[in-house]
């Protein structure tokens, strides 16, 4: 099943980064603003596959996921609760914005406000 530009960028804003490995381009760059850039597949993957590690030890609740499209661009504003093993919580407001050209994924803008 393949999944159209809507659902790649919901199922990265929601944590299933593995879904959307498969439409990234090999020149993907990822700019998170005020933290870091990366460049290319491999970059991207590591940093997915780091995300997921640190998700896989706390509980995670998306409270907000709006998705808004434009021709070959995706903005996703989104917000999630984190609860770490000590029960300490934290929040996290989001806006990510993917570019896509001819159904790959070849940029992705975030944007993260800690509450």
């Known amino acids: ?7 790649i ?11 959307t490995y ?4 090999d020149e993907i760059k990822w700019n998170i603003v005020g933290r870091e850039e990366l460049v290319g597949r491999e970059a991207v993957i590591d940093q997915c596959n780091q995300s997921a590690k640190y998700l ?4 995670t609740t998306i409270t907000k996921l ?3 499209h434009a021709e070959t661009r ?3 504003e989104g917000a999630a609760q984190f609860q770490d093993q000590e029960n300490q919580t ?11 050209l001819d159904g790959r994924l070849v940029e992705i803008t975030s944007y993260n406000v800690e509450e």
Do not use: G, W
Not at 1 to 7: A, G, H, T
Not at 11 to 18: D, K, Y
Not at 56 to 59: D, F
């Open 22 to 25: 498969p439409y990234m381009a």
């Open 74 to 76: 995706v903005v996703v």
């Open 66 to 68: 709006k998705i808004y």
């Open 90 to 100: 934290s929040s996290v407001a989001s806006c990510d914005i993917f570019q896509f």
């Open 1 to 7: 099943m393949s999944l159209n530009i809507d659902q």
């Open 9 to 19: 960028a919901e199922a990265f804003c929601s944590h299933r980064f593995a879904e």
């Open 56 to 59: 896989e030890t706390v509980s």
